[in-house]
């Protein structure tokens, strides 16, 4: 790998760095545009199989286990066991030739999780993976 290539890679990693996520809030209140804009992302450069990929090693970088992987439907559930049960679901969905929707939906027992901690630090794991899988890097 070249020099160039080496230090791009590290300086996205330093600049998307993101932390750990704690026990969420819980905000009911929130309404529901605003939820599912915290939820969804377009990305527009990986098609639907990569986006699956780096989905399914980003939730298990954030340790969960995958109860459900099915790339027909484009659907990833996965599980996460710690001082609480959390459960994500990511929805992927090719939206044109070039432009791909990645919707998460994070619920701690039945109560959906509306925090922006959440989902921001999913994508910004999911954003990594992403830009390694583009540029093909293991």
Known sequence: MN?????MLC???LISSGCGTTNPDIVPDNSQLAVRQLQTRHYDTLDTKLTMRSV?????DLGFI???ADPDLGLVTGTRLHDYTMRMTVTV???SDDRVSVR???RINETGISDPRTY???FVVLDKAMFLTLNQVD
């Open 3 to 7: 020099t160039f290539r080496r230090m």
């Open 11 to 13: 300086c996205f990693a």
């Open 56 to 60: 399914v090693a980003t939730l298990q």
């Open 66 to 68: 995958i109860d459900v």
């Open 93 to 95: 969905a090719q939206k």
């Open 104 to 106: 998460a939906n994070a």
């Open 120 to 122: 921001q630090d999913f």
